[in-house]
C-alpha cells in the first residue's frame, strides 16, 4: 500500500482497548494527535471498564466500546468475527493507529478496507504484517515514549511535557478523615507484586496520619486503626477524585500507579520485579521505590535495583521517605 500523506488525516482511529495503565500511557498521544491534526475525527476504542477514563476528553471525538467479555469461551472468536463485520457501520477511518499491537487488533483494523495502519516494531503475535507503516521502537523505551512515536508518525509534534486528560472524577459515598490522608494502593493483580499485609500495617503504624486504602483486593486481614477501608469499594471516577484530593500516594506497580501519576508528583510507585524505567510513574517529580532504595521517577539507576517486596521494616521506611517528602512541600 502507498504510503499515507500525512496532511490528509481525516478520520482517526485509535485502537487500545485495555489495559487500564495502557489507556493512561497512550493520552499524550491522543494529545499530540489533536495538536497535530485539529480538525480530524479522532475516535478511540477501549474495553467498556476503561471508557470512564475517556468521557470528556477533548482530544477525541468518539468511544467505541470493545466488548471483550463477548468473546471468551469456545465460540468467541465467532462472536468476534460477526462484531467486527458490523463495524464499519460505526466508523470509516483513513487512518488507523494500532497502539495495542495484538493479532485481535490487526484483525480489528483489516475491518475497514482501504485505511492505512501504523503500528509498532514491537508488535506482537504476527501483527506487523498487518501494518502498511511500521515505526522502529528501540528497547528501553518507557511505554508513553513508545506511543508518543507512534502517533508522530502522522507528521505530529508530541507536546512537552505530555499531556494527560483525565476527568474530575466522583467523590465517594465513604466518610473521609477531614486531616491531610495518604493514599496507599497497596494490591495489584500482576504476581508478586502486592504488598503483604504486615508491610502495610507497618506503614500505617509509622506514618500515623490517616490512611485510605483503595483498589481492589480479595484477602482478608487487619485493617489498621487509622486507615480508611475502600479496598473494592470505588468506582474508577472515585479513584481519580481521590488521587487528586490525597496529600499523597503510594502505590505498588499498577494501573492505579499511573493514574496517579498523571495528576500529581506527590507519588511514590513501589515495584518488586518490574522495571521502573520502562513501566514506572511517567512524571520526573515522582518517586520510586525499588530493592530498598529510593530514585527519582525515570532514572535509569533503578532498573538495576533488587528485586523483593518491602518487608515491615523497609514499608516504615517508605512512610518516612514520605512524610520527608510532605514536609518539604
Known sequence: MTHFPETSVRRLLI???SSLGDIVHTLPAAAALREGHPHAHITWMANPEWIPLLEGNPDINDIIPFPRADFRGPAGWLHFLRWRKNLRRRCSPDLILDFQGLLRSSLIARAFPGAHIHGL??????????QTKTVVVKPGLHAVE????????????????????????????AP?????????????????????????????????IPVVLAGRNDANFKIPPNAVNLLNKTTLPELIWLLRRAAFTVS???GPMHLAAAITDNLLGIHAWSNPRLVGPYRPGAGVWKGGEFFSALDPASSSAGNRLPGSAEAADIARWVLSRLAGS
Open 15 to 17: 485502537l487500545k482497548p
Open 121 to 130: 516494531s514491537d508488535a506482537r503475535e504476527g501483527a506487523r504484517f498487518f
Open 146 to 173: 513508545r506511543y508518543l512515536a507512534l502517533a508522530a508518525s502522522t507528521g505530529c509534534t508530541p507536546h512537552a511535557p505530555p499531556r494527560f486528560p483525565l476527568p474530575e472524577g466522583h467523590k465517594p459515598d
Open 176 to 208: 473521609l478523615p477531614d486531616a491531610p490522608w495518604i493514599l496507599l494502593h497497596p494490591f495489584s493483580r500482576g504476581t508478586g507484586k502486592s504488598l503483604p499485609p504486615e508491610a502495610i500495617t507497618a506503614f500505617c503504624r509509622e506514618i500515623k
Open 252 to 254: 505498588v506497580d499498577s
